[in-house]
Protein backbone atom coordinates (compact mmCIF):
# COMPACT_ATOMS: atom_id res chain seq x y z
CA UNK A 1 0.00 0.00 0.00
CA UNK A 2 1.39 3.21 -0.87
CA UNK A 3 1.26 6.37 1.44
CA UNK A 4 -1.40 7.85 -0.46
CA UNK A 5 -3.63 5.24 -0.17
CA UNK A 6 -2.96 4.82 3.35
CA UNK A 7 -3.21 8.05 4.39
CA UNK A 8 -6.98 8.72 4.17
CA UNK A 9 -6.84 5.67 6.28
CA UNK A 10 -4.64 6.74 8.63
CA UNK A 11 -6.53 9.88 9.17
CA UNK A 12 -9.66 8.23 9.49
CA UNK A 13 -7.73 5.92 12.30
CA UNK A 14 -6.04 9.29 13.94
CA UNK A 15 -9.57 10.56 14.30
CA UNK A 16 -11.50 7.27 15.91
CA UNK A 17 -8.60 6.31 17.69
CA UNK A 18 -7.97 9.57 19.36
CA UNK A 19 -4.32 9.27 18.12
CA UNK A 20 -1.61 12.20 17.90
CA UNK A 21 -0.15 12.77 14.30
CA UNK A 22 2.79 14.70 16.10
CA UNK A 23 3.18 11.93 18.46
CA UNK A 24 3.29 8.91 15.81
CA UNK A 25 5.50 11.38 14.02
CA UNK A 26 7.90 11.66 16.92
CA UNK A 27 7.85 7.63 17.61
CA UNK A 28 9.39 6.84 14.06
CA UNK A 29 12.09 10.02 14.27
CA UNK A 30 12.78 7.66 17.90
CA UNK A 31 12.82 4.66 16.65
CA UNK A 32 15.02 5.68 13.44
CA UNK A 33 17.43 6.82 15.94
CA UNK A 34 17.54 4.21 18.01
CA UNK A 35 17.91 1.72 15.18
CA UNK A 36 21.15 3.85 13.77
CA UNK A 37 22.94 4.04 16.99
CA UNK A 38 22.89 0.80 17.19
CA UNK A 39 23.52 0.11 13.74
CA UNK A 40 20.72 -2.83 14.09
CA UNK A 41 18.53 -1.93 11.15
CA UNK A 42 17.50 -3.92 8.25
CA UNK A 43 16.82 -2.21 4.96
CA UNK A 44 14.17 -3.58 2.41
CA UNK A 45 15.71 -5.35 0.35
CA UNK A 46 17.60 -7.26 3.50
CA UNK A 47 13.98 -9.19 4.53
CA UNK A 48 12.78 -9.36 1.00
CA UNK A 49 15.23 -12.13 0.40
CA UNK A 50 13.77 -14.07 3.59
CA UNK A 51 10.01 -13.50 1.92
CA UNK A 52 9.15 -16.71 -0.19
CA UNK A 53 5.99 -17.07 -2.38
CA UNK A 54 3.94 -18.56 -0.02
CA UNK A 55 3.34 -17.01 3.41
CA UNK A 56 1.86 -17.75 6.52
CA UNK A 57 1.02 -15.09 8.56
CA UNK A 58 0.05 -15.76 12.95
CA UNK A 59 -2.80 -13.82 14.65
CA UNK A 60 -3.21 -14.36 17.88
CA UNK A 61 -6.82 -15.23 18.32
CA UNK A 62 -7.94 -18.43 20.08
CA UNK A 63 -8.40 -20.30 17.49
CA UNK A 64 -4.37 -20.55 16.77
CA UNK A 65 -3.68 -23.19 19.67
CA UNK A 66 -5.54 -25.79 17.73
CA UNK A 67 -4.72 -25.06 14.52
CA UNK A 68 -1.05 -24.85 15.18
CA UNK A 69 -1.64 -28.46 16.81
CA UNK A 70 -3.15 -30.45 13.79
CA UNK A 71 -1.16 -28.68 11.16
CA UNK A 72 2.53 -28.57 9.85
CA UNK A 73 3.02 -24.91 8.25
CA UNK A 74 6.98 -25.21 7.41
CA UNK A 75 6.32 -25.36 3.37
CA UNK A 76 6.17 -21.45 3.64
CA UNK A 77 7.87 -18.43 5.54
CA UNK A 78 6.24 -17.46 8.63
CA UNK A 79 5.79 -14.17 9.99
CA UNK A 80 3.99 -13.78 13.30
CA UNK A 81 2.14 -10.68 14.62
CA UNK A 82 3.03 -9.84 18.17
CA UNK A 83 1.56 -12.13 20.56
CA UNK A 84 1.16 -14.76 18.20
CA UNK A 85 5.41 -15.47 18.68
CA UNK A 86 4.41 -16.46 21.98
CA UNK A 87 2.56 -19.58 20.80
CA UNK A 88 4.13 -20.57 18.18
CA UNK A 89 7.60 -20.74 20.92
CA UNK A 90 5.46 -22.94 22.96
CA UNK A 91 5.27 -25.11 20.27
CA UNK A 92 9.13 -24.86 19.33
CA UNK A 93 8.20 -23.10 15.69
CA UNK A 94 10.37 -19.78 15.31
CA UNK A 95 8.77 -17.54 13.23
CA UNK A 96 10.75 -16.33 10.17
CA UNK A 97 10.02 -12.80 10.60
CA UNK A 98 8.00 -10.83 13.79
CA UNK A 99 5.76 -7.88 13.56
CA UNK A 100 5.42 -6.23 16.79
CA UNK A 101 4.87 -2.90 18.87
CA UNK A 102 7.14 -4.00 21.39
CA UNK A 103 3.63 -4.89 23.73
CA UNK A 104 3.27 -8.78 23.62
CA UNK A 105 5.88 -11.00 25.89
CA UNK A 106 9.18 -9.25 25.56
CA UNK A 107 10.83 -12.42 26.47
CA UNK A 108 9.18 -14.18 23.66
CA UNK A 109 10.19 -11.37 21.71
CA UNK A 110 13.56 -11.62 22.32
CA UNK A 111 14.09 -15.29 22.54
CA UNK A 112 12.81 -15.68 18.64
CA UNK A 113 14.92 -12.53 18.10
CA UNK A 114 17.68 -14.66 20.06
CA UNK A 115 16.90 -17.54 17.62
CA UNK A 116 17.29 -16.14 14.39
CA UNK A 117 13.76 -14.39 13.48
CA UNK A 118 13.99 -10.92 11.89
CA UNK A 119 12.05 -8.20 14.00
CA UNK A 120 9.73 -6.24 12.38
CA UNK A 121 9.21 -3.08 15.11
CA UNK A 122 6.48 -0.42 14.66
CA UNK A 123 6.71 2.79 16.13
CA UNK A 124 3.96 4.73 16.97
CA UNK A 125 2.88 7.62 19.88
CA UNK A 126 2.01 4.75 22.23
CA UNK A 127 4.97 2.75 22.48
CA UNK A 128 7.78 5.61 22.69
CA UNK A 129 8.74 4.06 25.90
CA UNK A 130 9.16 0.83 24.97
CA UNK A 131 11.43 2.05 22.28
CA UNK A 132 12.97 3.38 24.08
CA UNK A 133 13.27 0.63 27.44
CA UNK A 134 13.86 -1.87 24.48
CA UNK A 135 14.30 -1.05 21.27
CA UNK A 136 18.59 -1.84 21.53
CA UNK A 137 17.71 -5.15 22.38
CA UNK A 138 16.94 -6.48 18.89
CA UNK A 139 18.92 -6.80 16.47
CA UNK A 140 18.40 -7.04 12.13
CA UNK A 141 15.34 -4.84 12.69
CA UNK A 142 13.49 -3.41 9.76
CA UNK A 143 11.39 -0.06 11.84
CA UNK A 144 7.91 0.95 10.31
CA UNK A 145 5.78 3.79 11.10
CA UNK A 146 2.31 4.99 10.54
CA UNK A 147 3.15 8.67 9.37
CA UNK A 148 5.55 9.50 6.59
CA UNK A 149 8.24 7.02 5.71
CA UNK A 150 11.79 8.39 6.71
CA UNK A 151 15.07 7.29 5.21
CA UNK A 152 15.29 3.77 7.09
CA UNK A 153 11.89 3.56 8.67
CA UNK A 154 8.66 2.43 6.37
CA UNK A 155 5.14 2.22 5.95
CA UNK A 156 3.94 -0.42 3.68
CA UNK A 157 0.55 0.34 4.87
CA UNK A 158 -1.95 -1.63 7.90
CA UNK A 159 -2.64 -0.79 11.39
CA UNK A 160 -2.41 -3.58 13.66
CA UNK A 161 0.15 -6.35 14.22
CA UNK A 162 -1.18 -8.59 12.01
CA UNK A 163 -2.83 -6.76 9.06
CA UNK A 164 -0.05 -4.81 8.84
CA UNK A 165 2.14 -8.16 8.91
CA UNK A 166 -0.06 -9.11 5.62
CA UNK A 167 0.68 -5.28 4.36
CA UNK A 168 4.89 -6.13 4.66
CA UNK A 169 4.32 -9.81 2.83
CA UNK A 170 2.67 -8.14 -0.07
CA UNK A 171 5.13 -5.19 -0.37
CA UNK A 172 8.28 -8.13 0.11
CA UNK A 173 6.84 -10.08 -2.83
CA UNK A 174 4.66 -12.55 -1.59
CA UNK A 175 2.46 -14.48 -3.61
CA UNK A 176 0.09 -16.18 -1.59
CA UNK A 177 -0.83 -14.89 1.69
CA UNK A 178 -2.35 -17.34 4.14
CA UNK A 179 -3.87 -15.60 7.92
CA UNK A 180 -3.79 -18.06 10.59
CA UNK A 181 -5.72 -17.62 13.93
CA UNK A 182 -7.13 -14.15 12.61
CA UNK A 183 -11.07 -14.45 14.09
CA UNK A 184 -11.41 -11.33 14.71
CA UNK A 185 -14.03 -12.59 17.42
CA UNK A 186 -15.80 -11.84 20.41
CA UNK A 187 -12.46 -13.10 22.33
CA UNK A 188 -8.85 -11.63 22.55
CA UNK A 189 -6.11 -14.42 22.36
CA UNK A 190 -4.43 -14.71 25.76
CA UNK A 191 -1.49 -14.31 23.97
CA UNK A 192 -2.07 -10.83 23.09
CA UNK A 193 -1.07 -9.08 26.14
CA UNK A 194 1.71 -10.09 28.57
CA UNK A 195 -1.22 -9.75 31.65
CA UNK A 196 -3.63 -12.16 30.13
CA UNK A 197 -3.95 -15.80 31.38
CA UNK A 198 -7.13 -17.02 29.37
CA UNK A 199 -8.50 -15.43 26.33
CA UNK A 200 -10.53 -12.37 27.25
CA UNK A 201 -13.86 -10.75 26.13
CA UNK A 202 -13.03 -8.41 23.33
CA UNK A 203 -12.64 -4.42 25.43
CA UNK A 204 -13.49 -1.55 23.52
CA UNK A 205 -10.69 -0.26 21.74
CA UNK A 206 -9.54 -3.75 20.74
CA UNK A 207 -12.91 -3.76 19.12
CA UNK A 208 -12.38 -0.40 17.25
CA UNK A 209 -8.67 -1.72 16.02
CA UNK A 210 -10.45 -5.43 14.93
CA UNK A 211 -12.75 -3.16 12.62
CA UNK A 212 -9.76 -1.41 11.17
CA UNK A 213 -8.08 -4.31 10.93
CA UNK A 214 -10.76 -6.00 8.70
CA UNK A 215 -11.65 -3.46 6.82
CA UNK A 216 -7.74 -3.04 5.63
CA UNK A 217 -7.24 -7.05 4.88
CA UNK A 218 -10.48 -6.15 2.75
CA UNK A 219 -8.68 -3.76 0.85
CA UNK A 220 -5.71 -6.17 0.64
CA UNK A 221 -8.05 -8.65 -0.87
CA UNK A 222 -9.16 -6.66 -3.26
CA UNK A 223 -6.17 -4.50 -4.34
CA UNK A 224 -2.94 -6.73 -3.23
CA UNK A 225 -1.21 -8.43 -6.09
CA UNK A 226 -1.11 -11.74 -3.32
CA UNK A 227 -3.97 -13.86 -3.07
CA UNK A 228 -4.61 -13.74 0.56
CA UNK A 229 -6.61 -16.66 2.28
CA UNK A 230 -7.93 -17.16 5.37
CA UNK A 231 -7.01 -20.52 6.85
CA UNK A 232 -10.05 -22.27 8.84
N1 LIG B 1 -9.20 -12.75 18.35
C1 LIG B 1 -8.00 -12.16 18.21
N2 LIG B 1 -7.28 -11.82 19.30
C2 LIG B 1 -6.06 -11.22 19.18
N3 LIG B 1 -5.49 -10.92 17.99
C3 LIG B 1 -6.16 -11.24 16.87
C4 LIG B 1 -7.44 -11.88 16.93
N4 LIG B 1 -7.86 -12.08 15.66
C5 LIG B 1 -6.92 -11.59 14.87
N5 LIG B 1 -5.88 -11.09 15.56
C6 LIG B 1 -4.69 -10.44 14.98
O1 LIG B 1 -3.53 -10.88 15.65
C7 LIG B 1 -2.63 -9.77 15.84
C8 LIG B 1 -1.64 -10.04 16.97
O2 LIG B 1 -2.21 -9.79 18.16
P1 LIG B 1 -1.66 -8.79 19.30
O3 LIG B 1 -2.85 -8.50 20.13
O4 LIG B 1 -0.49 -9.40 19.92
O5 LIG B 1 -1.24 -7.45 18.49
P2 LIG B 1 -1.53 -5.87 18.60
O6 LIG B 1 -2.15 -5.44 17.33
O7 LIG B 1 -0.23 -5.26 18.97
O8 LIG B 1 -2.50 -5.48 19.70
P3 LIG B 1 -2.58 -4.03 20.33
O9 LIG B 1 -3.23 -3.15 19.35
O10 LIG B 1 -3.45 -4.20 21.50
O11 LIG B 1 -1.19 -3.58 20.59
C9 LIG B 1 -3.55 -8.58 16.06
O12 LIG B 1 -2.86 -7.42 15.67
C10 LIG B 1 -4.73 -8.91 15.12
O13 LIG B 1 -4.49 -8.34 13.83
N1 LIG C 1 -0.85 5.96 18.40
C1 LIG C 1 -1.09 4.63 18.37
N2 LIG C 1 -0.93 3.97 17.24
C2 LIG C 1 -1.11 2.61 17.18
C3 LIG C 1 -1.50 1.90 18.34
C4 LIG C 1 -1.70 2.64 19.54
O1 LIG C 1 -2.06 2.06 20.60
N3 LIG C 1 -1.48 4.00 19.52
N4 LIG C 1 -1.64 0.53 18.27
C5 LIG C 1 -1.35 -0.13 17.16
C6 LIG C 1 -1.36 -1.62 17.16
O2 LIG C 1 -2.57 -2.12 17.23
C7 LIG C 1 -0.96 0.53 15.93
N5 LIG C 1 -0.90 1.94 16.04
MG1 LIG D 1 1.33 -5.37 19.60
Redesign the pocket.
Known amino acids: MEWEEWKPFYERIVREMGYSVERDREAAELLRAVLLENDTYLLKEELEVVVGKKVYVF????SLEKVLEEHDFSDGTLIA????TTALLEREIIPDIVVT?L??RLLDLRKANEKGAFMVIHAHGDNMDKIGAYGALFDNVLGTCQTEPLDIIYNFGGF????RAAFLAEALGAEKIILVG????S???K??KPWLKEHAPLWES?AK?FAF?KELLRWLEENGSAKLVWFQ
Open positions: GAGPADGADDGTDGDFDFGFVGWSKKA
